[in-house]
């Protein structure tokens, strides 16, 4: 295998598999050690993840798209421990909730709101996870986050089994169990997450996804990856784009910082850099208070 290869893939993580076992696997299939992924998902749930390959891990910490979308199912009438359906549970009785009363309550959850972290999350307090504590039996206070949903849409919900499926649209740090949780409160019922599907993360979307299998068929037939993976400036597409002059590339690549005239940019913001060849270079900033194009992050 290339050690040199340098990119995105977009993987559909299996159930069951946790974020880090997908790397685990993926760096036995590829050969390869220097992997990240961007966004967390629980074993239970299954969709896009991200992997960072070679030099691309140096963008997972800075990527200016951290919305995610995700298809969650649900059951109204029963709470768990740890809000979904894998947990301990802990209320259960016949809930008989109409679609109408449904729709008005998750109205509830667009926008910018308060969400508690979950008891089993990985959200550090007092310099030891949630769900650590949790697992030792202990409930800690935790502080409610601010989060946005931009949508959230009933695709399914059946009367009779008081079970569904929500379309939801939101922002990295979201604990989709926990708008589950949530709506079940403001229902009066209860509700946990049944399954969850990550439909988009990062701008990735589902249908630019493999499977682990897949991935491995391509190795095993030797076409390699090349083919499935995304170039590391694909995750900075919402940064305009640059390209340097031969002269201003050389020096750019060496570190000198440029005048925001001789990039050709004035307005303060953070641009994709391109050198004279059309290789992506990195990331640069634009000063407008020294008028300096200082370098953000360099991947070449």
Same mark, same amino acid.
């Given at each position: ?44 749930? #299954? /969709? @896009? !993840?991200?992997?960072?390959?070679? *030099?691309? &891990?140096?963008?997972?910490? $800075? ?99 008081? #079970? /569904? @499926? !929500?379309?939801?649209?939101?922002? *990295?740090? &979201?604990?989709?169990?926990? $708008? ?102 990195? !990331?640069?900033?634009?000063?407008? *208070? ?11």
């Amino acid at each position: 295998m290339d050690k040199e290869l340098n990119g995105i893939i977009v993987v559909n993580k299996p159930k069951a598999f946790t974020s880090f076992d997908v790397i685990a696997k993926l760096r036995g299939i590829l050969k390869i050690k220097r992997l990240g992924h961007a966004g967390t998902l629980d074993p239970m749930a #299954t /969709g @896009v !993840l991200p992997v960072f390959v070679g *030099k691309a &891990t140096r963008a997972c910490d $800075i990527l200016p798209n951290n919305e995610k979308s995700y298809k969650a199912g649900f059951k109204l009438g029963i709470k768990t421990d740890t809000q979904d359906i894998t947990g301990e549970v802990v209320f259960e009785e016949k809930s008989c909730v109409k679609l109408d009363e449904l729709a008005d309550k998750v109205k509830m959850f667009l926008g910018e709101i308060e969400q508690l972290p979950p008891m089993y999350s990985a959200v550090s307090v007092g310099g030891k996870r949630l769900y650590e504590l949790a697992r030792e039996g202990k409930e800690v206070e935790r502080k409610p986050r601010k989060i946005f949903v931009e949508s959230i849409c009933i695709t399914e919900f059946y009367e009779e089994s008081q #079970t /569904g @499926v !929500l379309d939801i649209h939101c922002s *990295k740090g &979201t604990y989709v169990r926990t $708008i589950i949780h949530d709506l079940g409160e403001a229902l009066g019922t209860g509700g946990v997450l049944t399954s969850l599907e990550r439909t988009s993360s990062s701008g990735y979307d589902i249908s630019q996804s493999r499977s682990l299998d897949e991935i491995q068929s391509l190795i095993n037939s030797g076409k390699g990856i090349e083919g499935i993976m995304y170039p590391i400036d694909s995750a900075f597409d919402l940064y305009e784009k640059i390209i340097l002059n031969p002269k201003h590339t050389r020096l750019y690549k060496n570190g000198v910082k440029l005048r925001l005239e001789q990039v050709g940019v004035m307005a303060e913001n953070t641009y994709r850099v391109y050198g004279s060849d059309r290789e992506f270079l990195g !990331l640069g900033f634009a000063d407008g *208070k020294t008028n300096e194009f200082k370098i953000k992050k360099n991947f070449f």
